[in-house]
């Protein structure tokens, strides 16, 4: 979420909430509000500053008054780790199901397409959706679980930034081009293509006419979008997967709105990130030295205790927010940025390309060498988008390629 | 490409150098096209990426940075900085399939009055040649809202 966005969602006065929760106390209500609004943990370059998780306390008392809350989760353009994240969740599981009905949740549940058409609007209470809005199914969906609920979700990178989906927006031709090129130009696809069917390559239509009626499937979308392009977004969970202390911190909130009334967090929060970059939980230390060459992991003896950037390996903990305890770095990985920018910055990659420019070295013949120069340093960095924008293209400001008429 | 393409293009100006010069040149009555806007920032470090992808996002057609001449940088190394940064941004362009002449950075210090006004003609000649930026041609915008793979599904 950038930094306009941040002000304009703030203007929106959060319309709806669910009405099953039964209010009491209020003013202690609000003191626990405020802890819910702020889990971060107390800021400061100590080393290591771990981000806990949310603790949900006991067993929970029976379901309140008004029912089981449901609870709808739906993948649309994703992999899938999202939903398997939900299950790091542990014996927490147990405590959704403790508390809320799952209405949907194409991995684990049986729940179909029609039974939510069947359902009231706005009668699920939060729905989690993970991946990008690829195709029109996924659009679809998306677009029906936010009319039956009060609460959605953009769980994970590519529900939120797009993630790696997002980074088929850079073929020129669009939904043909892929299409074409799976369908006819991989090894596998053209020799079978040209096994069988040798003097017109069949390629999957989304319309058929068959005897028992017509068939369709969905269309495949030019451009990759974000969740947030297609549908209102009431809260965000960044991660690739997400932390289980993010996936806690939401329980938390919604269970404490449910038993005790406590205010959720507001419309548009990111929720498990730290308000700093990732470098402040990162335990390894900095010497700020200049690289001239590039390494990946592999090539090195990655040292333990030395910041990566130190020891030549692009690592995009500088412009990615906090939140995941550093776990890439913390084994010798780079960052890699699924978390996404911190709150004030919109463009991730700009970000991220900003400190890894800064740390090439002047030249003793700076003064007096050309651009062409520079560039040529510069081309160290191979692949420049792609890295940068691995996971956030589908939210950056130039969000596909374009194509120079003359 | 049509004639009366006027191009837009957004100059970035280094306080110290670049702009004293750009106003050199206003005081020197120097005859310039009128397609630049200039912002100034206070060094050319100080000009963030982002900078120039927003501008090229919302249609400018091109986009100068100007800053002190290397080694006359008023923080000491600043425009070293810029120029690194211009440079990967630039191949960051490319790959998204801009023409990278539609990004130029160039020294123009304070007394350079004359610089910076071959530097605008010359750039307003390139970016003319060039044509309109193909962020705003009408493919790119039925690319990027789905219009025709969505004229598809109401077919059916």
């Given at each position: 979420m950038g930094f306009f966005d941040f002000f304009k969602k703030k203007k929106k006065a959060k319309a709806d909430e669910p009405k099953a929760a039964p209010a009491k106390e209020q003013p202690?209500?609000?003191?626990?509000?405020?802890?819910?609004?702020?889990?971060?943990?107390?800021?400061?370059?100590?080393?290591?500053?771990?981000?806990?998780?949310?603790?949900?306390?006991?067993?929970?008392?029976?379901?309140?008054?008004?029912?089981?809350?449901?609870?709808?989760?739906?993948?649309?353009?994703?992999?899938?780790?999202?939903?398997?994240?939900?299950?790091?969740?542990?014996?927490?599981?147990?405590?959704?199901?403790?508390?809320?009905?799952?209405?949907?949740?194409?991995?684990?549940?049986?729940?179909?397409?029609?039974?939510?058409?069947?359902?009231?609007?706005?009668?699920?209470?939060?729905?989690?959706?993970?991946?990008?809005?690829?195709?029109?199914?996924?659009?679809?969906?998306?677009?029906?679980?936010?009319?039956?609920?009060?609460?959605?979700?953009?769980?994970?990178?590519?529900?939120?930034?797009?993630?790696?989906?997002?980074?088929?927006?850079?073929?020129?031709?669009?939904?043909?081009?892929?299409?074409?090129?799976?369908?006819?130009?991989?090894?596998s696809s053209a020799a079978f293509q040209e096994r069988y069917h040798k003097d017109a390559a069949v390629v999957p239509k989304t319309v058929i006419e068959v005897p028992e009626g017509t068939l369709t499937l969905p269309v495949v979308y030019d451009t990759v979008k974000t969740l947030d392009q297609v549908i209102d977004v009431d809260y965000y969970i960044p991660g690739c997967p997400p932390q289980q202390e993010s996936i806690s911190h939401l329980l938390k909130a919604v269970v404490d709105f449910v038993y005790n009334g406590v205010a959720l967090p507001p419309k548009g929060a990111e929720i498990g990130v730290t308000e700093k970059c990732l470098c402040d939980e990162c335990p390894r230390t900095k010497e700020y030295a200049r690289i001239t060459k590039i390494y990946e992991p592999y090539q090195v003896n990655v040292d333990p205790e030395k910041c990566l950037m130190d020891q030549g390996i692009l690592c995009l903990g500088p412009a990615t927010v906090g939140g995941c305890n550093a776990k890439c770095t913390k084994v010798g990985q780079p960052c890699r940025g699924c978390y996404g920018p911190t709150r004030l910055v919109q463009e991730h990659g700009a970000s991220a390309l900003t400190a890894i420019a800064s740390l090439f070295p002047v030249l003793d013949d700076d003064p007096t060498c050309d651009e062409d120069q520079i560039i040529e340093i510069m081309k160290t960095v191979k692949d420049p988008l792609g890295y940068f924008y691995a996971y956030t293209l589908g939210k950056s400001l130039i969000k596909r390629t374009v194509v120079e008429e003359n | 490409m049509a004639d009366n393409f006027e191009p837009l293009i957004v100059t970035f100006c280094c306080n110290w150098c670049s702009y004293a010069g750009a106003d050199n040149a206003g005081v020197g009555r120097r005859q310039m096209p009128p397609n630049f806007r200039i912002i100034r920032t206070m060094c050319s470090a100080r000009i963030d990426p982002e900078f120039i992808l927003r501008a090229f996002a919302k249609g400018a057609d091109g986009v100068m940075v100007l800053g002190c001449h290397p080694a006359d940088c008023h923080y000491i190394g600043g425009n070293y900085r810029a120029r690194r940064r211009i440079a990967l941004i630039r191949l960051v362009l490319e790959q998204y399939g801009f023409d990278p002449r539609r990004l130029k950075l160039e020294w123009v210090s304070a007394s350079e009055g004359e610089k910076f006004q071959t530097t605008v003609v010359n750039f307003v000649d390139v970016i003319k040649a060039l044509g309109p930026t193909p962020v705003k041609s009408k493919k790119a915008k039925d690319m990027s809202d789905n219009t025709t793979v969505k004229a598809a599904i109401k077919e059916e």
């Open positions: 202690k209500a609000a003191a626990k509000a405020e802890a819910a609004a702020a889990p971060a943990p107390a800021a400061g370059k100590t080393g290591f500053t771990p981000y806990p998780a949310a603790d949900l306390g006991e067993l929970l008392p029976p379901a309140p008054a008004g029912g089981k809350i449901k609870i709808a989760i739906y993948w649309t353009a994703g992999c899938g780790g999202c939903d398997v994240s939900i299950l790091d969740t542990n014996e927490r599981v147990l405590t959704i199901a403790q508390f809320a009905d799952i209405v949907m949740w194409p991995v684990a549940t049986d729940g179909k397409e029609k039974d939510i058409e069947a359902l009231d609007d706005g009668a699920i209470t939060v729905s989690l959706i993970n991946g990008a809005i690829r195709n029109s199914e996924n659009e679809h969906m998306a677009k029906l679980l936010r009319k039956k609920s009060v609460l959605v979700v953009a769980y994970g990178t590519c529900a939120m930034f797009g993630g790696s989906p997002a980074l088929a927006n850079l073929v020129p031709g669009g939904a043909s081009e892929i299409l074409d090129y799976v369908y006819t130009k991989t090894p | -």
